[in-house]
């Protein structure tokens, strides 16, 4: 577990690559009751204008805040964390999946003791989670 005297402003965290399959998608409607068939039915989501089923945003998310629950050592030390939805994440249909490519860095130090994390979840070099952010405190 890190601890507070052990960061700096400018501290970046350990990257993650995280790969998102079909199966997780399943497993993820299961679970959020998100059964929209832009996630499981590639002719639906075309008609739509998708390039293919997409990702849950959500599942995304939660993928990505991990980058900041891993480097603090403790899922409860996050106590904020936000994100817009930039981009959908196509997930094709083989045994590879998407590669969502996630790195964070530690962009100030709050009155309460308290660190901004931002968060970067990149899909093909492109952003697919704006103004990601988490507000953590480290012991």
């Known amino acids: 577990m890190i601890r507070a005297s052990e960061v700096s402003v400018g501290d970046e ?13 399943v497993r993820y409607a299961g679970a ?45 030390a996050v ?15 083989d045994d590879e999946g998407a590669l969502v490519e ?3 860095k530690v962009t100030k130090v709050l ?4 660190f901004k994390v931002n968060v970067t979840a990149s899909f093909e070099g492109k952003s697919v989670l704006g103004g990601a952010s988490a507000r953590v405190r480290l012991p």
Not at 13 to 25: G, Q, V, Y
Not at 79 to 93: A, I
């Open 32 to 76: 959020s009751g998100d059964l929209n068939p832009i996630h499981w039915s590639d002719r639906f989501a075309r008609e739509v204008g998708l390039p293919g089923v997409i990702a849950h945003g959500m599942l995304t998310m939660g993928l990505a805040g991990r980058i900041v629950t891993q480097w603090a050592g403790d899922p409860g």
């Open 102 to 104: 996630v790195t964070g």
């Open 13 to 25: 965290l350990p990257p993650l690559s995280l790969r998102i399959t079909r199966a997780d998608l």
């Open 111 to 114: 009155e309460d003791g308290t």
């Open 79 to 93: 106590l904020e964390y936000g994100v817009r939805f930039g981009r959908p994440v196509p997930v094709p249909d």
